[in-house]
């Protein structure tokens, strides 16, 4: 069984500072790994998807790595804003999505 | 072509009734999934349907919880005898083959 970790739980940095969130999975056996966005009470936000074969993914201020054979993927956010304040969720697909519990980001102006 | 649309967006149940959750796939995609999201928990897969079949329902409670998705029409996730327990936000995912998953914005069910 899939098991999808993300640490810290929680992050609180002040506006500018650069972010690194981390994901963890236990079986290497994947399609895809995907990172979405989740403000409160509210939908995902589908920030970037890396397939199994590739490295990283780059969009915007964000980049995303992959080391499926470690079973490990960081999200970087550059230069931080209020705006990136949110829950920032890891998923992993062998077709269905094994989700992370989140990263709990705030960003202090 | 639109999103994935879920609706109603809000539910509000009293324990014992049925509660109905709808998701209409974008355009040309066959496959559903639907995800639970309980307060202060993570996203959990429940079921996994292509058109007139149910693939893999592992997620699903072992009572009360069905789901179909018919040749036409949307994707039906039904809770019989709604419990407090039940109260979370509802997700499906759309799909076509080989290709990611999109969300619809959710049902937000609350059991009195």
């Known amino acids: 069984k899939q098991e999808v970790t993300q640490i810290p739980a929680a992050l609180s940095v002040p506006e500018g500072e650069n972010l690194v969130l981390n994901c963890s999975f236990t079986?290497?056996?994947?399609?895809?790994l995907q990172w979405f966005r989740q403000d409160p009470g509210k939908g995902l936000t589908s920030l970037l998807l890396?397939?199994?074969?590739?490295r990283e993914q780059t969009s915007g201020r964000l980049n995303a790595s992959l080391d499926k054979s470690s079973g490990r993927s960081t999200l970087y956010i550059a230069a931080s804003q209020p705006g990136d304040s949110a829950t920032y969720l890891c998923?992993?697909?062998?077709?269905?999505?094994?989700f992370g519990a989140g990263t709990t980001v705030t960003v202090r102006a | 072509n639109a999103g994935v649309m879920q609706n109603p967006r809000h539910l509000v149940r009293r324990r014992g009734q049925e509660a109905r959750l709808r998701c209409s796939p974008m355009?040309?995609?066959?496959?559903v999934y639907w995800y639970r999201q309980l307060p202060e928990e993570g996203l959990k897969f429940m079921v996994y349907?292509?058109?007139?079949?149910?693939?893999?329902e592992s997620g699903m409670p072992k009572e009360r919880f069905s789901a179909e998705f018919p040749k036409e029409g949307p994707s039906i996730l039904r809770i019989q005898q709604v419990v407090r327990g039940d109260s979370a936000a509802y997700f499906c995912?759309?799909?076509?083959?080989?290709?990611?998953?999109?969300f619809g914005p959710g049902t937000r069910l609350t059991v009195l």
């Open positions: 355009k040309g995609h066959s496959h």
């Open positions: 998923a992993v697909e062998d077709y269905k999505l094994s």
């Open positions: 890396i397939q199994s074969s590739q």
């Open positions: 079986d290497s056996a994947i399609y895809n």
């Open positions: 995912a759309s799909q076509s083959i080989a290709d990611e998953q999109f």
């Open positions: 349907l292509q058109k007139e079949n149910i693939i893999d």
